[in-house]
């Protein structure tokens, strides 16, 4: 960095396109000299034409900021001037240098050259994990201040500080990193060379840090060893005084819960004891550290571990960041918890090694391989789930997650999942999910044995996740993709490259190359053909499910399982001749490069995915005992056959949950089922039927504090058209306006919940032509790019946005506090009666004797009306409303029992206008 000039850049512009007439508003220049901010250079531009309203709502620069400002033409020269020899800096380059680029050619100034460095590449490659790589996100998470976001001066600035924090951090990495990051830098698209040969030269000087190991060459930070912790028999507190003592200890302003200490009490009673217990346990009450104390305590008492297993990844990511600090200041000793999640969770070194030594990379490798570079120096996990890396290179990072517990001897010192599971051994707790925690039962070693206790939470998706164990998916796309990495022949391909080996050392495969091409050419016409078969069938007068896309069960295809059993057999023989294909190189491997070497081993692996693809295919085509399954088929009609999916999934999960329980109970285990919503009106054993608990251990219930959902309302909207009287687009249509009104009333911050995508994308679209909300910022899911946990982050960060989802936000989703001000809801969340999974559900009720709608799918709905009024209030002091736009709940004979499921709130059941009165009274109080 030394005596070099950077100048930081950044643009406000009318538009995106400077030859379609868009012009500049606002420049700022920050200039950086060693290492230090200097002078800055800002001016507002006037760009001669109206500024659009959409760009006046993003940076706050009106037509009267601009009208007195110079044209880009008066000024120039003089930026080219400013800009001349130093080193041009912006976040996304490809923006902010190609507009100025152009607005030089049109003012008749010469273009500017030199080099350039993009902080959004910078950034990604140092700060792997970011969860957001906009100015306004990734500063955010760095502590950055940024005064107005799209204001070209504070925008700058931020950029320039981001900048500075990037290098200290390059500064720091290990010099073995930077010398495999300098070697891939110079296939990026901005001139980050320069910078990581700077860094490497300096590292060369200094000592290796004690806190990283290597493997192969390849540097990654230590993992802490779990030790066994010794403490003098700590005691659980029976006495409330006691309990409350310490709670205060993290909680100074701490109010007693009877139901907290209740519970509390509970889950002591049934781990000591070894018993099983199932407990309802309501928002607000502090679940989590209600069960987190007592099953610390005793599993330092007894010596062994408590698992602890919720439902998804980052519930159990939450309890170790957010929860277990805590525990340890309550307790006043160190408990050790581990989070141990699935094998392909983590990443392989040994096969990311591998790939290092393969030359042909794309872009989105190179980059991928960088990110994970810098990575293995932060992570203590090996979770790649911590990576945030682009579309492209996350087909890199599935190459290298971990698939099979065989490791080399160097291997096992490294390797992170071994080591966690090392780890768990000396844990206190263990951190995982239900699948995880499921698939225990189909090891050989296990995992989860000789346990001081189980708890399981968010207890009422451990059905869902039992039968997602025995799910088997045929994807189209999938499939194209790893036969096209031993299949394509093409020039650098995998399958070119390992012929030139076999002829390099002369293996003397030209029969064994005809077989396998022979052998692939069988393969393919086989399994066009039985694509095509899937591909053709439209069962007749079947309506379209979700927009385009079209959902039915295999067994209307009526297919000759002959035709799928061909495919399988001649996927057998093809697998059989890609083995032979190499089987002559092997007892040349001394002889052969680190490169040639890695480029057998790929092939070693792309041969193993194709036999797990084998497996797969008659798993779903070929298998006839379908006893508690369905078998389905997905296909969008634009997009055949890139779309088509085909899912095998079984629709009882409860005798692998009491297979592992009953495995749990011999070996003494307590075991607590938790979770807030667990019961309903008229059939409280909904969900423990369905997790095998017999009626012999009763289900607990605990009440929320006094006056906590004080603030709640529901209100009915009773002047909504009937959604079973009219058709969709009328129906839509007045949700429209009914979401338009509520957000203008509230000011923003509305979750819409919907229990179909194509509904809600549909309303969204509707929404955004309509224009009638252009003043507040709009996440749609499957719409908006990003997870569900980013969606919900941007979400939370603007004031006046707007979440419209489906069925994974009806729960598990914490919006505390003012930033949620109302929950709609545009229809009863019945599962479809055409949803495969229910479908087969229904049918095997009524072949029974029972009723599936009373027995499965009003209790289903009420469950979930219930976990999406539990989004509402988060603690006692939140404010917000219900909203039900689906009369039936007034007007169908069940709709009682969904009113019944709601906690002592207010119910309204006004007029759309008298509510957005009511909205509109309260919230400009």
């Not at 949803?835 to 599936?852: H, Q």
Request: proline share 3%.
């Amino acid at each position: 960095m030394h005596n070099k000039t950077y100048a930081v850049v950044d643009l406000e512009t009318t538009g995106h396109s400077p030859a379609k007439g868009d012009r500049m508003i606002q420049i700022a220049i920050v200039f950086i000299k060693d290492g230090i901010i200097g002078e800055k250079y800002v001016r507002f531009v006037n760009p001669g034409q109206k500024i659009p309203a959409f760009i006046r709502q993003l940076t706050a620069i009106s037509d009267e900021d601009v009208k007195d400002a110079p044209f880009f033409e008066e000024i120039a020269a003089e930026v080219a001037t400013l800009l001349e020899g130093t080193v041009f800096i912006a976040h996304n380059t490809d923006f902010d240098l190609s507009f100025l680029q152009s607005e030089f050619a049109r003012c008749g100034v010469g273009k500017w050259a030199g080099k350039k460095i993009d902080t959004v590449e910078l950034s990604k490659i140092l700060i792997p994990s970011a969860p957001s790589y906009r100015l306004q996100d990734i500063t955010e998470e760095l502590g950055i201040p940024l005064g107005s976001a799209h204001r070209a001066d504070d925008d700058a600035e931020a950029t320039a500080k981001l900048f500075l924090i990037c290098m200290t951090k390059l500064h720091t990495l290990p010099e073995d990193t930077l010398n495999l990051l300098h070697r891939r830098s110079f296939r990026l698209k901005s001139d980050l060379s320069t910078l990581f040969y700077e860094a490497l030269k300096m590292a060369r000087m200094k000592k290796i840090s004690p806190d990283y190991s290597f493997f192969r060459g390849i540097p990654y930070r230590n993992m802490s060893i779990a030790r066994d912790n010794h403490f003098d028999h700590p005691v659980y507190p029976i006495d409330n005084q006691e309990k409350t003592a310490q709670l205060k200890k993290a909680y100074p302003d701490f109010e007693r819960r009877e139901s907290q200490f209740g519970f509390m009490d509970t889950v002591w009673l049934a781990l000591s004891g070894q018993s099983e217990i199932i407990a309802e346990v309501p928002t607000g009450i502090g679940k989590t550290m209600a069960y987190l104390l007592p099953a610390a305590i005793h599993s330092i008492a007894i010596g062994k571990p408590v698992v602890i297993s919720t439902y998804t990844n980052h519930l159990a990511d939450k309890i170790l960041d957010e929860e277990l600090g805590k525990a340890r200041l309550i307790l006043g000793f160190d408990v050790t918890a581990t989070v141990l999640k699935g094998r392909e969770q983590y990443i392989s070194l040994g096969k990311f090694e591998e790939l290092l030594r393969i030359a042909d990379e794309s872009y989105d490798e190179t980059f991928a391989i960088m990110q994970t570079l810098v990575w293995l120096t932060e992570t203590v996990s090996g979770d790649l789930e911590e990576l945030n890396v682009s579309g492209g290179g996350q087909l890199f990072v599935d190459r290298i997650r971990k698939r099979s517990n065989v490791l080399a001897k160097d291997e096992q010192v490294a390797d992170y999942h071994y080591r966690l599971l090392e780890r768990c051994g000396h844990s206190n707790l263990i951190i995982t999910n239900h699948s995880m925690l499921l698939s225990d039962m189909n090891r050989e070693q296990k995992i989860f044995s000789s346990l001081a206790g189980l708890i399981v939470d968010e207890a009422h998706q451990f059905v869902q996740a039992a039968t997602f164990m025995n799910e088997t998916v045929f994807s189209y796309t999938n499939w194209k993709y790893v036969m096209g990495q031993i299949t394509s022949d093409a020039t650098g391909q995998l399958l070119h490259q390992v012929d030139r080996l076999n002829t390099q050392f002369g293996t003397n495969q030209s029969r064994s190359r005809a077989q396998l091409d022979s052998a692939f050419m069988k393969f393919l016409t086989l399994f066009d053909y039985a694509v095509g078969i899937l591909t053709t069938f439209n069962p007749a007068k079947r309506k379209k499910q979700q927009g385009n896309r079209i959902i039915y069960s295999l067994a209307e295809l009526n297919y000759g399982r002959n035709d799928f059993s061909k495919v399988a057999e001649a996927m057998s023989d093809y697998i059989h001749q890609a083995e032979l294909f190499t089987s002559g190189l092997a007892i040349h491997l001394d002889n052969m490069t680190k490169n040639e070497q890695a480029l057998l081993s790929e092939w070693d692996f792309w041969v193993r995915e194709m036999t797990i693809k084998a497996g797969e295919w008659v798993e779903v085509f070929v298998d006839e005992n379908l006893e508690d399954f369905t078998v389905w088929m997905e296909k969008d009609m634009r997009s055949i056959p890139g779309s088509l999916t085909v899912i095998k999934r079984s629709l009882d999960g409860s005798g692998l949950i009491r297979a592992l329980i009953d495995r749990l109970k011999d070996e003494q285990t307590g075991i607590v089922w938790t979770s807030g919503t667990l019961a309903i009106p008229e059939n409280e054993r909904f969900i423990a039927r369905q997790l095998g608990i017999t009626d012999s251990i009763p289900l607990l219930t605990f009440d929320a504090p006094a006056h906590f959902y004080e603030g709640a309302e529901v209100f009915i909207v009773n002047d909504m058209p009937d959604i079973q009287q009219v058709s969709q687009s009328d129906y839509i249509e007045a949700v429209t306006d009914a979401v338009v009104q509520t957000v203008l009333a509230t000011g923003g911050r509305l979750f819409v919940l919907f229990t179909s995508q194509d509904m809600l994308r549909k309303t969204y679209d509707l929404i955004s032509e309509s224009q009638q909300l252009e003043d507040y910022t709009l996440f749609a899911q499957g719409i908006s790019s990003g997870s569900r946990i980013r969606l919900l982050k941007s979400f939370r960060q603007f004031t006046n946005s707007v979440l419209f989802g489906t069925n994974s936000f009806w729960e598990g989703v914490d919006v505390p506090g003012d930033a949620l001000a109302a929950v709609i809801v545009v229809r009863l969340p019945f599962s479809s009666p055409e949803e495969p999974v229910y479908k087969a559900k229904a049918a095997k009720l009524t072949a029974s004797g029972l009723n599936p709608f009373t027995e499965h799918a009003l209790p289903e709905a009420v469950m979930r009306l219930r976990q999406g009024f539990g989004r509402l209030i988060r603690s006692s002091s939140d404010k917000g409303f219900f909203i039900i736009l689906d009369r039936r709940i007034e007007t169908k004979s069940y709709g009682p029992r969904f009113l019944e499921a709601f906690p002592n709130v207010p119910v309204k059941k006004v007029s759309l206008e008298h509510m957005v009165n009511e909205l509109e009274n309260c919230y400009n109080e």
